[in-house]
Protein backbone atom coordinates (compact mmCIF):
# COMPACT_ATOMS: atom_id res chain seq x y z
CA UNK A 1 0.00 0.00 0.00
CA UNK A 2 1.62 3.45 -0.67
CA UNK A 3 1.18 6.45 1.39
CA UNK A 4 1.61 8.90 -1.61
CA UNK A 5 -0.67 9.11 -4.91
CA UNK A 6 0.96 8.28 -8.35
CA UNK A 7 3.19 10.56 -9.70
CA UNK A 8 3.84 11.59 -5.59
CA UNK A 9 7.26 10.41 -3.75
CA UNK A 10 7.19 10.50 -0.11
CA UNK A 11 9.84 11.65 2.52
CA UNK A 12 9.45 12.10 6.31
CA UNK A 13 6.05 12.24 6.21
CA UNK A 14 4.90 14.33 3.50
CA UNK A 15 4.39 13.52 -0.19
CA UNK A 16 5.98 15.55 -3.12
CA UNK A 17 5.31 15.90 -6.43
CA UNK A 18 7.72 17.62 -9.07
CA UNK A 19 6.30 19.98 -11.79
CA UNK A 20 8.89 20.24 -14.48
CA UNK A 21 7.68 23.66 -16.08
CA UNK A 22 8.42 27.32 -14.61
CA UNK A 23 5.57 29.25 -13.38
CA UNK A 24 5.56 32.38 -11.42
CA UNK A 25 5.88 31.84 -7.57
CA UNK A 26 1.90 32.77 -6.80
CA UNK A 27 0.66 30.66 -10.19
CA UNK A 28 3.29 27.77 -9.12
CA UNK A 29 1.45 27.86 -5.81
CA UNK A 30 -1.94 28.15 -7.22
CA UNK A 31 -1.34 24.39 -9.16
CA UNK A 32 -0.16 22.81 -5.95
CA UNK A 33 -3.42 23.79 -4.59
CA UNK A 34 -5.34 22.46 -7.58
CA UNK A 35 -3.32 19.47 -5.89
CA UNK A 36 -4.38 19.95 -2.39
CA UNK A 37 -1.01 20.90 -1.92
CA UNK A 38 1.52 23.78 -1.45
CA UNK A 39 4.66 24.52 -2.58
CA UNK A 40 7.25 23.11 -0.19
CA UNK A 41 7.78 24.83 3.39
CA UNK A 42 11.60 23.48 4.53
CA UNK A 43 12.45 22.47 8.38
CA UNK A 44 15.33 20.60 8.17
CA UNK A 45 18.56 20.28 6.40
CA UNK A 46 17.65 16.82 5.18
CA UNK A 47 14.38 18.02 3.96
CA UNK A 48 16.21 21.10 1.95
CA UNK A 49 18.70 18.68 0.07
CA UNK A 50 15.79 16.47 -1.00
CA UNK A 51 13.46 18.36 -2.58
CA UNK A 52 16.51 20.66 -4.85
CA UNK A 53 17.30 17.47 -5.50
CA UNK A 54 14.13 16.47 -6.88
CA UNK A 55 14.99 19.33 -9.53
CA UNK A 56 19.11 17.61 -10.61
CA UNK A 57 20.31 21.11 -8.35
CA UNK A 58 18.03 23.62 -10.81
CA UNK A 59 16.90 26.44 -9.20
CA UNK A 60 12.83 25.63 -7.73
CA UNK A 61 10.33 27.85 -5.73
CA UNK A 62 10.14 27.14 -2.09
CA UNK A 63 6.69 28.39 -0.35
CA UNK A 64 8.13 30.89 1.35
CA UNK A 65 7.32 34.75 0.94
CA UNK A 66 7.12 37.90 2.50
CA UNK A 67 4.55 39.56 0.33
CA UNK A 68 2.28 40.54 3.31
CA UNK A 69 4.96 42.34 5.43
CA UNK A 70 8.16 42.95 4.14
CA UNK A 71 11.10 41.52 5.95
CA UNK A 72 8.79 38.74 7.70
CA UNK A 73 8.89 35.67 5.98
CA UNK A 74 6.11 32.85 6.02
CA UNK A 75 5.67 29.41 4.93
CA UNK A 76 2.19 28.79 2.35
CA UNK A 77 1.25 26.29 3.76
CA UNK A 78 0.92 27.98 7.33
CA UNK A 79 3.86 26.00 9.25
CA UNK A 80 6.29 27.41 11.39
CA UNK A 81 9.47 29.65 9.95
CA UNK A 82 11.91 27.42 12.32
CA UNK A 83 14.64 26.62 9.37
CA UNK A 84 16.04 28.89 7.06
CA UNK A 85 19.03 28.27 4.52
CA UNK A 86 20.04 31.68 2.78
CA UNK A 87 22.74 32.45 0.82
CA UNK A 88 25.51 35.18 1.80
CA UNK A 89 23.41 38.47 1.90
CA UNK A 90 20.44 37.22 1.56
CA UNK A 91 17.72 37.77 1.61
CA UNK A 92 18.25 41.42 0.27
CA UNK A 93 15.22 42.38 -1.46
CA UNK A 94 16.92 43.83 -4.37
CA UNK A 95 14.09 44.87 -6.71
CA UNK A 96 11.54 44.39 -4.12
CA UNK A 97 11.99 40.56 -4.39
CA UNK A 98 9.48 39.27 -1.96
CA UNK A 99 9.47 35.54 -2.95
CA UNK A 100 12.24 32.26 -2.55
CA UNK A 101 13.74 29.95 -4.59
CA UNK A 102 16.60 27.38 -4.32
CA UNK A 103 20.28 28.18 -5.90
CA UNK A 104 20.89 24.34 -6.09
CA UNK A 105 23.81 22.57 -6.20
CA UNK A 106 25.02 23.83 -9.68
CA UNK A 107 27.98 26.20 -10.08
CA UNK A 108 29.20 25.51 -6.59
CA UNK A 109 25.94 26.39 -4.76
CA UNK A 110 25.33 24.38 -1.88
CA UNK A 111 21.16 24.21 -1.81
CA UNK A 112 21.27 27.42 -0.20
CA UNK A 113 18.14 30.22 -0.77
CA UNK A 114 17.70 33.52 -2.30
CA UNK A 115 15.07 36.10 -2.60
CA UNK A 116 13.85 36.57 -5.77
CA UNK A 117 11.12 38.88 -7.86
CA UNK A 118 7.43 36.10 -7.30
CA UNK A 119 6.98 36.75 -11.23
CA UNK A 120 10.04 35.28 -12.16
CA UNK A 121 9.92 31.52 -14.04
CA UNK A 122 10.71 28.75 -11.56
CA UNK A 123 9.98 25.17 -11.67
CA UNK A 124 8.54 23.60 -8.56
CA UNK A 125 7.67 21.08 -6.49
CA UNK A 126 4.22 20.73 -4.40
CA UNK A 127 4.10 18.90 -0.68
CA UNK A 128 1.14 17.71 1.23
CA UNK A 129 0.61 15.66 3.76
CA UNK A 130 0.33 11.83 3.36
CA UNK A 131 -2.65 10.12 1.85
CA UNK A 132 -4.93 8.92 4.28
CA UNK A 133 -6.01 5.09 3.25
Same mark, same amino acid.
Given at each position: ?7 WTYFKGYC ?16 ? #???? #??? !? ?38 ? !? ?5 ? #???? !? ?38 ? #???
Amino acid at each position: MDVCQDDWTYFKGYCYRKVSSCDSWSSSQGTC #ATLG #ASL !PSIHSQEENVYVQSLHGGEHSWLGLSDIKTEGTFLWSDGT !PFDFHYW #AKQQ !PNNFKNEDCVHTLGFLQGYKYEWNDVNCTDCHRFTCKKGK #ART
